[in-house]
């Protein structure tokens, strides 16, 4: 299976192209040992766009699609993953909608339609390698398509 291509394209999209909207601290500055994983939260969008870019930069149960797949995976019943993966595609269908609203960024709304679309299913169980690579190839596309009209940290 492809687990370790949807953590790759996951991190990919969540954490270098910033598409997450956790703001948590360091660990260090947490006080415990879990790894903190990198927000947006003294992220700006740039000037000019798209109010889309802050509803995908607020998304809250995206980052953690990589855990969810990789739960499932083991354990098909766990409800609480497939949860995530549901919320996860209900916050981007959210940001598809703004984006469609917004017009002009066909190549990005296609990318998120496909990745809600993936999402869906997979939360409907059970995840096979074709669901895991549609994941992984979104989480992709995303990241790709939205990155240089959000200019996300890197």
Same mark, same amino acid.
Do not use: N, Y
């Given at each position: 299976? +492809? $687990? @370790?291509?949807?953590?790759? &394209?996951?991190?990919?999209?969540?954490?270098? &192209?910033?598409?997450?909207?956790?703001?948590?601290?360091?660990? %260090?500055? +947490?006080?415990? *040992?879990?790894p903190?994983v990198?927000?947006?939260?003294?992220?700006?969008?740039?000037?000019?766009a798209?109010?889309?870019? *802050?509803?995908?930069?607020? %998304?809250?149960?995206?980052?953690?699609?990589?855990?969810?797949?990789?739960?499932?995976?083991?354990?098909?019943?766990?409800?609480?993953?497939?949860? +995530?993966?549901? @919320? !996860?595609?209900?916050?981007?269908?959210?940001?598809r909608?703004?984006? @469609?609203?917004?017009?002009?960024?066909?190549?990005?709304?296609?990318?998120?339609?496909? $990745?809600?679309?993936?999402?869906?299913l997979?939360?409907?169980?059970?995840?096979?390698?074709?669901?895991?690579? @549609?994941?992984?190839?979104?989480? !992709?596309?995303?990241?790709?398509? &939205?990155?240089?009209?959000?200019?996300?940290?890197?």
């Open positions: 299976m +492809r $687990l @370790r291509g949807v953590t790759v &394209a996951a991190s990919a999209c969540l954490l270098v &192209a910033g598409c997450t909207g956790s703001s948590e601290a360091p660990a %260090t500055e +947490r006080g415990d *040992t879990e903190a990198a927000g947006l939260s003294d992220w700006q969008p740039p000037a000019g798209p109010e889309f870019c *802050t509803t995908l930069a607020a %998304t809250e149960h995206v980052e953690q699609i990589p855990d969810a797949v990789g739960v499932l995976l083991d354990d098909p019943a766990d409800t609480q993953q497939a949860w +995530r993966l549901s @919320r !996860s595609a209900g916050e981007l269908r959210d940001v909608d703004a984006v @469609r609203a917004e017009g002009g960024h066909g190549e990005l709304a296609g990318a998120l339609d496909e $990745l809600v679309q993936a999402l869906s997979a939360a409907s169980g059970p995840l096979d390698e074709e669901s895991t690579d @549609r994941i992984a190839d979104g989480l !992709s596309d995303v990241g790709r398509a &939205a990155q240089p009209i959000c200019e996300f940290p890197t």
